[in-house]
Nanobody, 115 residues
Framework: QARLVESGGGLVQPGGSLRLSCAAS????????MSWYRQAPGKERVLVAS????????DYADSVKGRFTISRDNGKNTVWLQMNSLKPEDTAVYYC????????WGQGTQVTVSS
């Protein structure tokens, strides 16, 4: 059974950094493009970043370009989201998604950016 487990969220001050991790199991991770989404209170879930199955191609939402970096290690079945220069508007629950058929979602990890 496919499973995605996110970790690394927390409370951080504006300008700070966090690194989110998503550990995958139960499906062929190395063949799957992966994405990070986020959902702020009262808002829709939106795409933050994506990475191709071999890690050679990445894409970012305009709001996080230059601040966030998505990466993966297929040997460890893990994808990461490095978040730098965090802003209060980055506050949200962050979800990992496997872009497979069907898609798989993690349970989410809370990121709060506040002084």
């Amino acid at each position: 059974q496919a499973r995605l487990v996110e970790s690394g969220g927390g409370l951080v001050q504006p300008g700070g950094s966090l690194r989110l991790s998503c550990a995958a199991s139960g499906f062929r991770f190395s063949a799957a493009a992966m994405s990070w989404y986020r959902q702020a209170p009262g808002k829709e879930r939106v795409l933050v970043a994506s990475i191709s199955s071999n890690g050679g191609t990445t894409d970012y939402a305009d709001s996080v370009k230059g601040r966030f970096t998505i990466s993966r290690d297929n040997g460890k079945n893990t994808v990461w989201l490095q978040m730098n220069s965090l802003k209060p508007e980055d506050t949200a629950v962050y979800y990992c998604r496997a872009n497979t058929f069907p898609v798989y979602w993690g349970q989410g990890t809370q990121v709060t950016v506040s002084s």
